[in-house]
C-alpha cells in the first residue's frame, strides 16, 4: 500500500447560517460556498435552492454565490455571522479561525473510509450538535450541518510514495493550525494560501 493511500483523510463541509438577521418571511436568502460551480458544495447548495423554492411555492429565492463572488472562504463565514449572507458552506479547516475545536476534523485517521459510516456521524453525532452548536452560536453562526465531501487528494510534481518524499515540498494547506502542523509533522513545508491562490501560488513555486 502505498502512503499515498494510506494517509488519504477524508474531507467534510460544514453548513452554516446566520443566527440574527434571517427573517421567516424573507423573499430572497443568499447562500455563499467556497467551491466552483458544479462541485461538492455548489451541488449541495443547488438541491438546497431546489427545495426551499419549491417547499416555499416560489415564495423564497434562493441565490447561490460560487467561490470568489463574495471574496475568500474566510470572507462569507463573516458575512453569515453579519447577517449579509443567509447560508454558507465552508470547510473546517477555514472555520477553525471561528471556532478552533471544528478542526479536529482535519485530523487524519480520524474518519471512516466508509462513507456511508461518516454520513451518519457527520449528520447525527451528539458531540457536534450538542457542543460545537454552542460555539458556533457565540459567533453569530448556527451550524445546520456536516456532510463528507470525498478524499483528499495531493497533488505534486514528484510522487509521494513514502515518508521522506514529504522533505521539504510546499503542500498548500487551508489556514488551519492542526493542518499545518500535520503536514509539518510529515517532514513537508506547508503553506496557508486561499483556494484563489493556489493557481498563481503554483506560477511563482509558492507552493
Request: no cysteine; glycine share 8%; net charge negative.
Amino acid at each position: 500500500m502505498s502512503l499515498n493511500k494510506l494517509l488519504k483523510a477524508t474531507l467534510s463541509a460544514a453548513a452554516l447560517f446566520a443566527v440574527a438577521g434571517t427573517a421567516a418571511h424573507a423573499e430572497e436568502w443568499k447562500f455563499a460556498h467556497e467551491e466552483s460551480p458544479g462541485d461538492v458544495q455548489d451541488l449541495y447548495a443547488q438541491e438546497f435552492k431546489r427545495l426551499v423554492e419549491e417547499k416555499t411555492d416560489g415564495d423564497v429565492n434562493v441565490t447561490i454565490y460560487t467561490y470568489g463572488q463574495l471574496g475568500t472562504e474566510n470572507d462569507i463565514t463573516e458575512l453569515t455571522a453579519a447577517g449579509a449572507v443567509q447560508f454558507s458552506n465552508a470547510s473546517p479547516g477555514h472555520l477553525g479561525t471561528f471556532v478552533p475545536e471544528i478542526q479536529v476534523f482535519g485530523v487524519p485517521y480520524l474518519l471512516s473510509q466508509d462513507n456511508e459510516v461518516n454520513k451518519k456521524v457527520l449528520s447525527s453525532s451528539p458531540t457536534i450538535y450538542e457542543g460545537l452548536s454552542k460555539d458556533f452560536e457565540s459567533k453569530g453562526l448556527k451550524l445546520y450541518t456536516m456532510y463528507p465531501e470525498g478524499e483528499m487528494v495531493w497533488t505534486t510534481k514528484k510522487p509521494v510514495e513514502e515518508p521522506a518524499d514529504f522533505d521539504g515540498v510546499k503542500f498548500r494547506v487551508m489556514t488551519s493550525p492542526i493542518l499545518i502542523e500535520t503536514y509539518k509533522s510529515f517532514g513537508s513545508d506547508p503553506v496557508a494560501l486561499p483556494w484563489g491562490e493556489v493557481y498563481s501560488g503554483l506560477q511563482t513555486s509558492v507552493i
